[in-house]
Nanobody, 120 residues
Framework: QVQLVESGGGLVQPGGSLSLSCTAS????????MGWYRQAPGKERELVAR???????DYADSVKGRFTISRDSAGNTVYLQMNSLKPEDTAVYYC??????????????WGQGTQVTVSS
């Protein structure tokens, strides 16, 4: 089994910063990609940022220049540094990972979600 454990999040004022982290553990053969999604009340879950094992990154247009995604050298932990936060960034943030648990078994995994609230 694979688990994604998230940390970080919380309440911050507009213009402030927060950092999220997510670590994958369990039966892992290879982590292909890791990323962050978010879901605001009444809205669909959307991609925030993702990074592959080749170190390429993608960002939602709404967070480009403000958020930075990175992974540790082992490749099992992903970070999201969020700067210049806006009230519209308020959402539950979910970690996502695409992981091979064996040479042939591949699946997508999700964290439990962490709340980010941007408010004065």
């Amino acid at each position: 089994q694979v688990q994604l454990v998230e940390s970080g999040g919380g309440l911050v004022q507009p213009g402030g910063s927060l950092s999220l982290s997510c670590t994958a553990s369990g039966t892992i053969f290879r982590v292909i990609a890791m990323g962050w999604y978010r879901q605001a009340p009444g809205k669909e879950r959307e991609l925030v940022a993702r990074t592959t094992s080749g170190a390429s990154t993608d960002y939602a247009d709404s967070v480009k220049g403000r958020f930075t995604i990175s992974r540790d050298s082992a490749g099992n932990t992903v970070y999201l540094q969020m700067n210049s936060l806006k009230p519209e960034d308020t959402a539950v943030y979910y970690c996502n990972a695409y992981i091979y648990t064996t040479y042939v078994d591949f699946d997508a995994y999700w964290g439990q979600g962490t709340q980010v609230t941007v408010s004065s």
